[in-house]
């Protein structure tokens, strides 16, 4: 079992920045993939990005890559995303996601197995 708990949502200015973090609880959590996903209001939860296990393959929506960044570090159970150039189409909740096994870049939020309880991004025009 892993508990995600999400922080670092906010209201910015378009064009700035927030960077979002998700801590882990359980051992296992170096052996989840991790992912980040976000619903606006009225809309299906979409993928943003995710990563494997080693962090070694990540993956990323068209519409954020090249502005956010995904990244874990095991060592304190938390991964982590850099959201740059904030669009006021980015706001939404985000969810940090973890899957227990092996991860091929699937944008399926039900291929996650577990969920955390989600964070208020809100980008002003």
């Known amino acids: 079992q892993v508990q995600l708990v999400e922080s670092g949502g906010g209201l910015v200015q378009a064009g700035g920045s927030l960077r979002l973090s998700c801590v882990a609880s359980?051992?296992?959590?170096?052996?989840?993939?991790m992912g980040w996903f976000r619903q606006a209001p009225g809309k299906e939860r979409m993928f943003v990005a995710a990563l494997n296990w080693s962090g070694s393959m990540i993956y990323y929506a068209d519409s954020v890559r090249g502005r956010f960044t995904i990244s874990r570090d095991s060592a304190k159970n938390t991964v982590s995303l850099q959201m740059n150039s904030l669009k006021p189409e980015d706001t939404a909740v985000y969810y940090c996601?973890?899957?227990?096994?092996?991860?091929?870049?699937?944008?399926?939020?039900?291929?996650?197995?577990?969920w955390g309880q989600g964070t208020q991004v809100t980008v002003s025009s």
């Open positions: 359980g051992r296992a959590f170096r052996t989840y993939a």
């Open positions: 996601a973890a899957r227990s096994t092996y991860y091929s870049g699937s944008a399926d939020p039900g291929q996650f197995n577990y």
